[in-house]
Nanobody
Framework: QVQPVESGGGLVQAGGSLRLSCTVS????????MGWFRQAPGKEREFVAA????????IYADSVKGRFTISRDNAKNTVYLQMNFLKSEDTAAYYC?????????????????WGQGTRVTVSS
C-alpha cells in the first residue's frame, strides 16, 4: 500500500530548471530513505540522488552533482528534486523510490517501493 507518485516533469530548454515532486501515500514516510533514479530510452535505470530519512544526508551521481538538489518535507510526505542547468543528456523518465531500511544508497536493489515515473525532456 506504499505508493510513491511523481509529478513535475515536462519539456524544458537546455539551461533551464524543473522541480520534481514525489508524494508517498501509506507506510511511514519519515522512516524511509528516498531516492531518485532515471532511465533514458534504450539505457538502464541509473541513480540520480538519495536522501536519508531525516534529510540530513544526501548523495548524488557525479553527472548531476552541483546541478541537482534533493530535499524532503516529512510533514508533507514529499521528496523533491530541484534540477538546474539542465542538459539534453538529462532527458529521461525520472522515478522516485522508498527504502524501508532508512539507508540512503545508490543501489537500486535497496529500494522497496517505486513510483510510475515522470518524463523530463530537455531540448537543445
Amino acid at each position: 500500500q506504499v505508493q510513491p507518485v511523481e509529478s513535475g516533469g515536462g519539456l524544458v530548454q537546455a539551461g533551464g530548471s524543473l522541480r520534481l515532486s514525489c508524494t508517498v501515500s501509506g507506510g511511514s514516510f519519515n522512516t524511509y530513505a528516498m531516492g531518485w533514479f532515471r532511465q533514458a530510452p534504450g539505457k538502464e535505470r541509473e541513480f540520480v540522488a538519495a536522501i536519508s530519512w531525516g534529510g540530513g544526508h544526501t548523495i548524488y551521481a557525479d553527472s548531476v552533482k552541483g546541478r541537482f538538489t534533493i530535499s524532503r518535507d516529512n510533514a508533507k510526505n514529499t521528496v523533491y528534486l530541484q534540477m538546474n542547468f539542465l542538459k539534453s543528456e538529462d532527458t529521461a523518465a525520472y522515478y522516485c523510490a522508498a527504502a524501508r531500511s532508512g539507508y540512503y544508497t545508490s543501489r537500486t536493489q535497496a529500494y522497496d517501493f517505486w513510483g510510475q515515473g515522470t518524463r523530463v525532456t530537455v531540448s537543445s
